[in-house]
């Protein structure tokens, strides 16, 4: 590795930390300076920018208007699912921020409540998001994919006192209405909000105020016609913006709690080192806002940066076909694009020449993104060689918000090895641990843990839930964060990652927990266990298959096509079609250990055609007999 500018900032940010962020800091405006950089007074909980004060949305809106960005595009809204396109000035955006934030404040809502937004990828989400921040109101966005128990469970968590979404969300080819889910959702929750608001699409218009509600409903249009604009509430650094909610291995999702200071920081400081983008640059990531990827590099990191984000509410292929990306890319001159590696498996296997290339005009291309599932080397040679551009990986995670490893662009481009994001970010200290918590040697397996404390931008806790994140993330290795994928350090200080080393699932770059979708299967009154494992999938990265056992009495050969076919749709109308659950299997037995913990593991190396790992502990081993010729079937 050359001795540049990476190793002096990486070296900086671990021996110096308060240095290098107090530093990175001055990028951002603050009304209170911060009078400690790293505030290390209760560990293992750290704190970033302490005493100082500050509004994110200033800092994302106002200041950019104040210094003569006024009138460049802050949001490109590109819809090829409603046939729009919308250019949104930073001026005009911070006009409907303001606006909707005075309309949140007239409803009572003030610093430190929570708020739910589910709405899909139109302007109005980013709108909310902002608004939230700019009266201090902490979002929680939940990704229109999600059907009525997932959201409930974020509601039940959040607590939020009002609900922003939209009437409906629009598919390839099919248009989703999302109200019913939000009705069916409130209805489970114990939590009732105070306001519901809802963006009418005219694709699929909501009935509002029809039902007899604990709640008031409102229209979002009637509401902002009447409100004054809001201006922007000082909070704390450590005050919390948003809390966005993760699956974990058990239905009950995490709610990831990301501070104002520390955000802004550090996804400043990551589009420039990073990404290699800087203010009035054309930027375009291919998400959702109900991802994390959403959250930090369609709204927040372009913003902060005054740069220009292209909001796509579109998919790779379908709307209206694999050369989508690249229209976007000529049509908004992009300077470069993020997003997940299905999405260009996806363009591949419908033009695997590349020959809808030759129709646009890429030339302001400079650089590909792709991070939220591993990129395979196959992948990876594909797209550089047919765009001719660097095609960068970086990993990182909801927890952490912006890259633990990548290929910093901007800093100092290295050389790229297929198959690895790279090296550790400045301010990640990365280590490889092996079971008995020793550093792995070069080249050998372990789980990927982070030293603590990690760098500013990070997941302080959890929200309400400090136990949960000592539990969770901190107890596996003493003074180490557990990030729950494994991997290995080359020679050349590049990390490898292999994937995950508990259940959680990662379907298409969605991150996805097998808890949710085993407790919608056990649901049925049929099932009486069940277990769910991710396999391997050309296009996916990985899907989910279901194996039940029934009840006794229930006749399986008989009543199995019924039985099989209402549990996909338990888990499309309980977990949504974003779980792609497409195969259940009845079988007679699960593989378990003797204290009666499921051997997903070992079926999931049983499925993917490897040798499995069958732990002295287990119960009964001839269930693993009758269970091979079943998970070795494909369908
Ligand atoms: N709202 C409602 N439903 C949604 C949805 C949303 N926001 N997003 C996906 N779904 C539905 C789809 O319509 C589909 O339903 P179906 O089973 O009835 O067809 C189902 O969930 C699965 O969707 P998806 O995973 O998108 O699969 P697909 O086969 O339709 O498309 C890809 C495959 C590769 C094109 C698609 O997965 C994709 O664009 N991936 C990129 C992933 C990405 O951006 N990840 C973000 C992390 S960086
Ligand atoms: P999420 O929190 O939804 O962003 O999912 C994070 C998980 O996705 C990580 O823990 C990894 O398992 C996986 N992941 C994300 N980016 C990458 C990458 N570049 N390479 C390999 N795995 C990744």
Redesign the pocket.
């Known amino acids: 590795m050359s001795d540049g500018a990476y190793s002096a900032a990486y070296e900086r940010s671990l021996t110096d930390p308060e240095g290098f962020w107090g530093e990175a800091a001055e990028a951002i405006e603050w009304t209170v300076p911060p009078t400690r950089v790293l505030d290390d007074s209760n560990p293992p909980f750290y704190r970033w920018f302490t005493g100082g004060r500050l509004n994110t949305c200033f800092n994302a809106l106002d200041r950019h208007v104040r210094d003569g960005r006024g009138e460049q595009a802050a949001i490109i809204y590109d819809s090829p699912v409603t046939g729009t396109t919308r250019t949104i000035t930073y001026a005009g955006l911070l006009a409907e921020v303001s606006t909707l934030a005075g309309a949140l404040a007239s409803l009572g809502v003030e610093k430190g409540d929570r708020v739910v937004i589910y709405l899909p990828m139109i302007p109005e989400a980013v709108v909310a998001m902002l608004a939230c921040a700019r009266i201090g109101a902490i979002h929680s966005v939940v990704f229109g994919g999600f059907a009525p128990a997932e959201l409930a469970a974020r509601i039940e968590d959040a607590q939020p006192v009002a609900v922003l979404a939209a009437s409906c969300g629009i598919e390839t080819t099919r248009v989703i209405p999302y109200k019913p889910m939000l009705d069916a959702a409130l209805d489970r929750s114990s939590h009732k909000p105070e306001s519901v608001i809802v963006f009418q699409r005219e694709q699929c218009r909501a009935e509002i105020g029809e039902r007899d509600t604990e709640w008031e409903e409102l229209d979002w249009a009637e509401l902002v016609a009447d409100a004054e604009p809001a201006d922007c509430v000082d909070v704390d650094a450590t005050d919390p913006l948003y809390i966005l909610y993760?699956?974990g291995t058990t239905g009950r999702p995490k709610g990831i709690v990301r501070d104002n200071g520390g955000h802004a920081v550090a996804l400043r400081w990551s589009m420039g080192n990073i990404y290699g983008i800087g203010p009035g640059d054309v930027w375009f990531t291919a998400s959702d806002v109900g991802?994390?990827?959403g959250h930090s590099y369609i709204v927040y990191a372009p913003l902060l940066t005054g740069a220009t984000s292209v909001l796509y509410e579109g998919k790779p292929v379908g709307t209206p076909d694999a050369g989508a990306f690249w229209r976007v890319i000529s049509d908004h001159g992009v300077t470069a694009m993020f997003t997940a590696p299905t999405a260009y498996r996806a363009i591949r296997r419908e033009d695997p020449d590349g020959t809808l290339l030759a129709a646009y005009d890429l030339s302001s291309l400079q650089t590909v993104f792709?991070?939220?599932?591993?990129?395979d080397p196959d992948t990876w040679a594909w797209a550089t060689e047919r765009l001719g551009v660097p095609v960068v990986?970086?990993?990182?995670?909801?927890?952490t918000g912006w890259p633990v490893?990548a290929n910093l662009r901007g800093l100092e481009p290295m050389p790229i090895k297929p198959g690895s994001?790279s090296v550790p970010v400045p301010g990640y200290a990365v280590h490889v641990l092996s079971p008995t918590g020793g550093q792995a040697p070069a080249g050998e397996e372990g789980a990927i843990c982070l030293k603590l404390p990690m760098p500013p931008g990070t997941l302080p806790t959890l929200w309400n839930d400090d136990e949960r994140y000592l539990s969770g993330y901190l107890s596996a290795y003493d003074g180490y964060y557990l990030?729950?994928?494994g991997g290995l350090v080359d020679e050349d200080g590049y990390l490898f990652?292999m994937?995950?080393t508990d259940d959680?699932l990662?379907v298409a770059?969605?991150?996805l927990s097998t808890g949710s979708i085993e407790a919608a299967l056990a649901g049925h009154p049929d099932v009486a266990e069940c277990a769910v494992i991710g396999v391997a999938d050309d296009l996916k990265g990985q899907v989910p298959r279901g194996l039940v056992v029934v009840k006794a009495g229930v006749d399986a050969a008989a009543e199995g096509d019924r039985i099989r076919r209402e549990l996909v749709q338990r888990v499309r109308d309980e977990v949504g079609a974003v779980a792609s659950l497409r195969q259940v299997d009845i079988v007679t037995a699960l593989p378990k250990t003797r204290s009666g913990k499921i051997l997903r593991r070992t079926m999931r190396e049983m499925a993917d055609g490897r040798t499995p790992t069958i732990p002295g502990t287990i119960e009964d081993v001839s269930v693993l007999d009758a269970l091979g010729p079943v998970l070795r079937a494909t369908p």
């Open positions: 993760t699956s991802w994390v990827v792709l991070a939220g599932e591993r990129l990986d970086n990993w990182w995670q909801t927890e490893a994001p990030t729950g994928d990652v994937g995950r959680v990662n770059g969605h991150r």
